[in-house]
C-alpha cells in the first residue's frame, strides 16, 4: 500500500455510516494501532478513546491475540460448523459460558452484534413454536435502542433513521419508552434514581397485544449507540418480572456491557439481573477478529434437543459461525482478560474516570454528562437548525487538531477507552475535550 491513499483510491469504498463526501475530500485513514494508540499514515499517534468501536477492550494489536489468528490461519483456516466442528470453537463457547450468569449455558455463534440479535429473535420465536405457541411473534424493544441493522435489530431498534428509510421491513414490534429525561436525570455519575415505573409500561404494551403475540422483550441494559444510558436503578429488575410473568423471553443486548465495560463480564452479573438470552460480539475477540453469538439459557436449548438424531434442531447459521480465526482470538483474548484483570480493573478504575467525566460540567455547550463503568457520554448544545453538526465538528476537530479519537452520535461524544486505559490517559481525553470546548 502506497504511503498515503489518494483521492482515486478512496472512492470505491462505501464507509458504512459515514457522511462519504465529506470524509472523501478529508479523511481519517487510522493506517496502524498498537495499545492504546493508532496511527495515521503519517505516524501521528492518535489516543483512542472509544476502543476502536466499543470493540478493542484489551488494547490495539496484542500479540497474544495476534499470534493465535496467525497460528490459527496456518494450521485450520476454515472448517464448517455445519454438521461438523473444530476445536477452538467448542473452546470458545464453553469459556465464555463459564463467565455468564444463571443458565446460560449454551453459545451460538454469530459473526456480528446485528447477527446476534438475528439470532436471538429467531431462537426465542422458535422455541415459543416449539413448546406449542406459535403465535408468540411480535419483539418489543425500546425508543433509542440499538441492535445493530439486520432485520430484527431495526425493528426492535428505536432509532428514526435507522428504520424509516428501509419500510416497513422486519418483525413485528412495538417500543417501550427511552429511560433518559434530562428534567429528572440530568448530571447523573451512574445508575438514575429516576425511571424505574418507565417499565411499568410494559405491562400496557401487554394489555394492548396480549402475552400470547409476543415472543421478546430485548434491551441494552446500558443503552451505547444513542449515547450511554444507564438503567434507572429497580428498571432492570421490573422488566425482569413482568417478561417472567407473561411468559415472554428477556433478551439482554450486550454487543457493548459485555466483556468488561461495565466492570464485570457481562452487565447481567453487574446488575444482579439474568436475561434468557444474551447478546455480544465486539469485546470478545477485542475486535481482532469478526465474532458475535448468542447465551442461551439451558432450559431453552433443551427445548429444541428433543427431536430424531437424523433432524437438525434449529434451521438458523451462518458459514462463518464460530470461525477457526475468530475463535482463537476469543480464547487468546479472554486469557488476556483473565491474566490482567482487565474486568476488575475497569471497576476500579470508574469512580475516577466517573470523576473525570463530570469535571466538564460547566463547560461551554456541555447540556448533560453520563457514565457508567468505562463508558462516558457528553450531550453538547446542538447549533440551532443543524441537529449533529456541532458533535461532528467536535469530533473532526479532536481528531485533526488534538490527537483523540472519541465516538460521535448527533450532538453525544462517547468515551470508552480500552480496558488497558491508564489514569494519565483518562485526564488526556477529558482535558482535551475541555480545552476544544473552551476554545
Ligand atoms: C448494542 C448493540 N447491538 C448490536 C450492535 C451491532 O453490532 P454490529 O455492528 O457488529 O452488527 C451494536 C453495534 O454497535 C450495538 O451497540
Same mark, same amino acid.
Given at each position: 500500500?502506497?504511503?498515503?491513499?489518494?483521492?482515486?483510491?478512496?472512492? %470505491?469504498?462505501?464507509?458504512? =455510516?459515514?457522511?462519504?463526501?465529506? /470524509?472523501?475530500?478529508?479523511? @481519517? &485513514?487510522? #493506517?496502524? !494501532?498498537? *495499545?492504546?494508540?493508532?496511527?495515521?499514515?503519517?505516524?501521528?499517534?492518535?489516543?483512542?478513546?472509544?476502543?476502536?468501536?466499543?470493540?478493542?477492550?484489551?488494547?490495539?494489536?496484542?500479540?497474544?491475540?495476534?499470534?493465535?489468528?496467525?497460528?490459527?490461519?496456518?494450521?485450520?483456516?476454515? %472448517?464448517?460448523?455445519?454438521? =461438523?466442528?473444530?476445536?477452538?470453537? /467448542?473452546?470458545?463457547?464453553? @469459556? &465464555?459460558? #463459564?463467565? !455468564?450468569? *444463571?443458565?446460560?449455558?449454551?453459545?451460538?455463534?454469530?459473526?456480528?452484534?446485528?447477527?446476534?440479535?438475528?439470532?436471538?429473535?429467531?431462537?426465542?420465536?422458535?422455541?415459543?413454536?416449539?413448546?406449542?405457541?406459535?403465535?408468540?411473534?411480535?419483539?418489543?424493544?425500546?425508543?433509542?435502542?440499538?441492535?445493530?441493522?439486520?432485520?430484527?435489530?431495526?425493528?426492535?431498534?428505536?432509532?428514526?433513521?435507522?428504520?424509516?428509510?428501509?419500510?416497513?421491513?422486519?418483525?413485528?414490534?412495538?417500543?417501550?419508552?427511552?429511560?433518559?429525561?434530562?428534567?429528572?436525570?440530568?448530571?447523573?455519575?451512574?445508575?438514575?434514581?429516576?425511571?424505574?415505573?418507565?417499565?411499568?409500561?410494559?405491562?400496557?404494551?401487554?394489555?394492548?397485544?396480549?402475552?400470547?403475540?409476543?415472543?421478546?422483550?430485548?434491551?441494552?441494559?446500558?443503552?451505547?449507540?444513542?449515547?450511554?444510558?444507564?438503567?434507572?436503578?429497580?428498571?432492570?429488575?421490573?422488566?425482569?418480572?413482568?417478561?417472567?410473568?407473561?411468559?415472554?423471553?428477556?433478551?439482554?443486548?450486550?454487543?457493548?456491557?459485555?466483556?468488561?465495560?461495565?466492570?464485570?463480564?457481562?452487565?447481567?452479573?453487574?446488575?444482579?439481573?439474568?436475561?434468557?438470552?444474551?447478546?455480544?460480539?465486539?469485546?470478545?475477540?477485542?475486535?481482532?477478529?469478526?465474532?458475535?453469538?448468542?447465551?442461551?439459557?439451558?432450559?431453552?436449548?433443551?427445548?429444541?434437543?428433543?427431536?430424531?438424531?437424523?433432524?437438525?434442531?434449529?434451521?438458523?447459521?451462518?458459514?462463518?459461525?464460530?470461525?477457526?480465526?475468530?475463535?482463537?482470538?476469543?480464547?487468546?483474548?479472554?486469557?488476556?482478560?483473565?491474566?490482567?484483570?482487565?474486568?476488575?480493573?475497569?471497576?476500579?478504575?470508574?469512580?475516577?474516570?466517573?470523576?473525570?467525566?463530570?469535571?466538564?460540567?460547566?463547560?461551554?455547550?456541555?447540556?448533560?454528562?453520563?457514565?457508567?463503568?468505562?463508558?462516558?457520554?457528553?450531550?453538547?448544545?446542538?447549533?440551532?437548525?443543524?441537529?449533529?453538526?456541532?458533535?461532528?465538528?467536535?469530533?473532526?476537530?479532536?481528531?485533526?487538531?488534538?490527537?483523540?479519537?472519541?465516538?460521535?452520535?448527533?450532538?453525544?461524544?462517547?468515551?470508552?477507552?480500552?480496558?488497558?486505559?491508564?489514569?494519565?490517559?483518562?485526564?488526556?481525553?477529558?482535558?482535551?475535550?475541555?480545552?476544544?470546548?473552551?476554545?
Amino acid at each position: 500500500m502506497s504511503a498515503h491513499l489518494t483521492t482515486n483510491q478512496l472512492e %470505491a469504498f462505501w464507509l458504512p =455510516f459515514t457522511p462519504n463526501t465529506e /470524509f472523501k475530500r478529508n479523511p @481519517r &485513514i487510522l #493506517a496502524r !494501532a498498537e *495499545g492504546m494508540y493508532y496511527f495515521d499514515q503519517d505516524g501521528r499517534r492518535v489516543l483512542d478513546g472509544a476502543a476502536g468501536l466499543w470493540c478493542a477492550n484489551a488494547g490495539h494489536c496484542r500479540k497474544p491475540i495476534a499470534d493465535a489468528i496467525a497460528k490459527a490461519a496456518a494450521t485450520l483456516d476454515f %472448517a464448517p460448523t455445519f454438521q =461438523f466442528g473444530h476445536p477452538a470453537a /467448542f473452546e470458545a463457547a464453553a @469459556r &465464555i459460558a #463459564a463467565l !455468564a450468569p *444463571g443458565d446460560l449455558n449454551h453459545v451460538f455463534f454469530t459473526n456480528s452484534g446485528s447477527e446476534s440479535t438475528d439470532t436471538a429473535v429467531k431462537i426465542a420465536v422458535a422455541w415459543h413454536r416449539a413448546r406449542g405457541e406459535a403465535t408468540r411473534t411480535m419483539i418489543i424493544g425500546r425508543e433509542r435502542a440499538y441492535h445493530g441493522v439486520g432485520m430484527a435489530g431495526i425493528s426492535a431498534g428505536g432509532i428514526g433513521n435507522n428504520r424509516k428509510w428501509f419500510g416497513s421491513l422486519g418483525f413485528r414490534a412495538d417500543h417501550l419508552s427511552a429511560t433518559y429525561n434530562r428534567a429528572e436525570q440530568a448530571f447523573t455519575n451512574g445508575q438514575p434514581e429516576w425511571g424505574a415505573h418507565l417499565a411499568d409500561e410494559l405491562e400496557k404494551i401487554i394489555a394492548l397485544h396480549d402475552a400470547s403475540a409476543i415472543a421478546a422483550v430485548i434491551v441494552e441494559p446500558m443503552a451505547g449507540s444513542t449515547g450511554v444510558l444507564p438503567p434507572p436503578k429497580g428498571y432492570l429488575e421490573k422488566l425482569r418480572a413482568i417478561t417472567a410473568k407473561h411468559g415472554i423471553l428477556l433478551i439482554f443486548d450486550e454487543v457493548i456491557t459485555g466483556f468488561g465495560r461495565l466492570g464485570a463480564a457481562f452487565a447481567a452479573e453487574r446488575f444482579g439481573v439474568t436475561p434468557d438470552l444474551l447478546t455480544f460480539a465486539k469485546g470478545v475477540t477485542s475486535g481482532a477478529a469478526p465474532m458475535g453469538g448468542v447465551l442461551v439459557d439451558k432450559r431453552i436449548y433443551e427445548q429444541f434437543m428433543t427431536g430424531p438424531d437424523h433432524a437438525i434442531d434449529m434451521f438458523h447459521g451462518y458459514t462463518y459461525s464460530g470461525h477457526p480465526l475468530a475463535a482463537a482470538a476469543a480464547c487468546a483474548t479472554l486469557d488476556l482478560y483473565r491474566d490482567e484483570g482487565l474486568f476488575e480493573r475497569a471497576k476500579e478504575l470508574e469512580v475516577y474516570f466517573g470523576e473525570a467525566a463530570h469535571s466538564l460540567k460547566g463547560k461551554p455547550g456541555v447540556a448533560d454528562i453520563r457514565n457508567i463503568g468505562l463508558a462516558a457520554a457528553i450531550d453538547l448544545d446542538p447549533i440551532a437548525g443543524a441537529p449533529g453538526k456541532r458533535g461532528f465538528e467536535v469530533m473532526k476537530h479532536l481528531f485533526f487538531e488534538r490527537d483523540l479519537m472519541l465516538r460521535v452520535a448527533g450532538d453525544t461524544l462517547a468515551f470508552s477507552p480500552p480496558l488497558i486505559v491508564e489514569k494519565a490517559h483518562i485526564d488526556e481525553m477529558f482535558g482535551k475535550l475541555g480545552e476544544a470546548l473552551a476554545a
